[in-house]
Nanobody, 123 residues
Framework: QVRLVESGGRLVQAGGSLRLSCATS????????MGWFRQAPGKEREFVAT????????YYGDFMRGRFTISRDNGKNTVYLQMNSLKPEDTAVYYC????????????????WGQGTQVTVSS
């Protein structure tokens, strides 16, 4: 059974930082690309970042402007999202997702999803 479990979301002040983690099990992690998406109330799910299976290639949503960094540890079957200079508009539920082989910006192409972790940024 494949499981993705996000953690690290919490309430933080604007300008602060958070690191989200997504621990996986039940899949051959090193063969899967991983993505982070987010969804705010009343809005569509939005692409945040993706990393390929080896960790050698990353892509980010246009709103990142260098504030977020995705990384992975294939030895720990975990993907991370480091978020700096957080803004109130970053408030959302953040989801990690897995898909085989190459990275994708489209949430529809991901096979497995976590339950999400809430990030709230206060002004």
């Amino acid at each position: 059974q494949v499981r993705l479990v996000e953690s690290g979301g919490r309430l933080v002040q604007a300008g602060g930082s958070l690191r989200l983690s997504c621990a996986t099990s039940g899949l051959t992690f090193s063969t899967y690309a991983m993505g982070w998406f987010r969804q705010a109330p009343g809005k569509e799910r939005e692409f945040v970042a993706t990393i390929n299976s080896s960790g050698g290639s990353t892509y980010y949503g246009d709103f990142m402007r260098g504030r977020f960094t995705i990384s992975r540890d294939n030895g720990k079957n975990t993907v991370y999202l480091q978020m700096n200079s957080l803004k109130p508009e970053d408030t959302a539920v953040y989801y990690c997702a897995a898909r085989p082989s190459w990275s994708s910006r489209s949430y529809a192409t991901y096979d497995y999803w976590g339950q999400g972790t809430q990030v709230t940024v206060s002004s």
